[in-house]
């Protein structure tokens, strides 16, 4: 009879706004997740991390500052997600600035951290140097235990605050044997959800998990970062990455949302699959094809998901608009797949993941060299060959190199005979006779000399 496996204990960092929790979140997982920025209130949602230290795992959430008198929308919903953050976590981290007097701020959230009965870590940070750390002592004021004197920027005191959180965490089994350790990275599908500002990325994945997980409103760029979300679905493991919208390069005025930019950029990079969200009740504008055009660029397998399917009224009408939309304006992305969906009434969110999985298991397609080749020989006879000066063009030999991105190396007597149309042709061949589905083909031409 096997015991029962306990779950990854997960530590929520807290504390008010510009006190280093990003920095020292970023410090403790040894990945710089979190963008980090002088401006106060960067961090918005929840950040979620893991963190291994003397053979033992825990789960690691950042949190934005925790303010007093939240007066606009999106302040009062960063205090909804400390408040779910705290709920969730089995300890505390309370970061407070060491170099800094105890602010009222600082008292109010040890009075609601004590109310809530569990274990709480106290760190002050910013305290790089023994002189800085005699800073620490005025900290015991507050009451919760030896306030540990740290530095996140520098890395300074990491190690005693380690074992300080590993005292109060409650015990779990080591990350292999750990039923709720994240999954092994070949298992999980990670998925990028990308698209221009206020196309209803967060409100997708909030409907997909059920909850406010990041957060929405209706200010475009509310979304700051990049955010990494563990998603389980007839049994196969996702990791969603919710994106901050990409708007023009002219429309970013701050460096954070340059910030936001590269990690959405970097996405794509990261991803197995993207989807790309565009607003049904709009044209596609040509920031949509500037996404799909760098998408496609990168290889990048994707999908393109229609939102605020429940607004359109003529749907049939639509539908058929939408197809000659993409048809006419977009014609590179034909074979990827497109589907409408609803985040108010969640119609079709769960079929995404049917295609997410065709189109995973596409990108992963290798052909054989014998068949491709046979595939070559076909299309060399199916079409008319470009020429030039009254020179043809011939392919030799065919072979595929990799995947992600799919790449097709063509030995040819001449690359300058092959014309952009013949190649299109080329590659829409070999998307017809082979499981291509949303994955561009990126083909090379190699010159081979014959004797």
């Known amino acids: ?29 040894g990945k710089q997740r979190a963008i ?18 003397g053979g033992r795992l825990f789960r690691l959430v950042d949190t934005g500052g925790m303010v007093d008198n939240p007066v606009d929308p999106i302040t009062r919903k960063i205090q909804e997600q400390i408040q779910a953050a705290l709920e969730e976590a089995d300890a505390i981290l309370f970061v407070v600035d060491g170099q800094a007097e105890i602010t009222r701020i600082d008292e109010e959230l040890r009075d609601h951290l004590l109310r809530l009965g569990k274990p709480v870590i106290l760190a002050a940070n910013k305290l790089d140097n023994p002189n800085l750390e005699l800073h620490a002592s005025e900290f015991y004021s507050l009451g919760i235990g030896d306030p540990i004197p740290i530095s996140s920027s520098h890395g300074t005191g990491m190690d005693d605050l380690l074992e300080a959180v590993l005292a109060e965490l409650p015990q779990a089994a080591e990350a292999p044997d750990d039923e709720d ?5 070949s298992t999980v599908t990670k998925v990028a959800v990308l ?22 409103t209706e200010v475009p760029g509310t979304t700051r970062d990049a955010l ?24 970013i005025q701050e460096d954070v949302e340059r910030f936001s930019v590269s990690r959405s950029l970097r996405a794509v990079r990261r991803a197995d699959v993207c989807i790309v969200m565009m607003d049904a009740t709009q044209e596609i504008t040509e920031q949509d094809k500037r996404i799909l055009g760098y998408i496609h660029e990168q290889g990048a397998a994707h999908i393109i998901v229609w939102s605020k399917w429940d607004l359109v009224e003529d749907r049939e009408e639509r539908f058929k608009e939408l197809r000659e939309q993409l ?36 990108a992963n397609t290798r052909i054989p060299t014998p068949e491709l080749n046979r595939a070559i020989q076909d299309i060399k006879l199916t079409g008319l060959p470009s020429r030039y000066k009254g020179e043809q063009a011939k392919i030799r030999y065919a072979t595929q190199t990799s995947v992600k991105p799919t790449t097709i190396v063509l030995f040819v007597n001449r690359k300058r005979l092959f014309h952009f149309s013949y190649m299109r042709f080329i590659e829409n061949q070999l998307r017809s006779r082979f499981d291509f589905e949303g994955v561009p083909i990126k083909l090379e031409l190699r010159e081979e000399q014959r004797k």
């Open 228 to 251: 990494d979300i563990e998603f389980h679905w007839k049994g196969r493991d996702y990791l969603l990455i919710d994106t901050a919208g990409l708007r023009k390069k002219a429309g």
């Open 195 to 216: 698209g221009k500002p206020n196309v209803g990325k967060s409100s997708f994945v909030n409907a997909i998990l059920n909850e406010e997980r990041a957060i929405v």
């Open 1 to 29: 009879m096997t015991s029962k496996r306990k779950k990854t204990p997960l530590l929520a960092i807290c504390g008010r706004p510009d006190v280093g929790k990003s920095t020292l979140f970023n410090r403790l997982i």
């Open 327 to 362: 048809e006419t304006r977009a014609p590179y992305l034909k074979g990827v797949p497109w589907l409408t969906v609803s985040n108010v009434s969640r119609k079709r969110l769960f079929t995404t993941f049917e295609y997410i999985d065709r189109v995973a298991a596409a």
């Open 36 to 53: 980090v920025h002088g401006e106060e209130g960067i961090t918005r949602d929840r950040t979620y991390g893991t963190v291994t230290h």
């Open 181 to 185: 350790a994240p999954p092994e990275e």
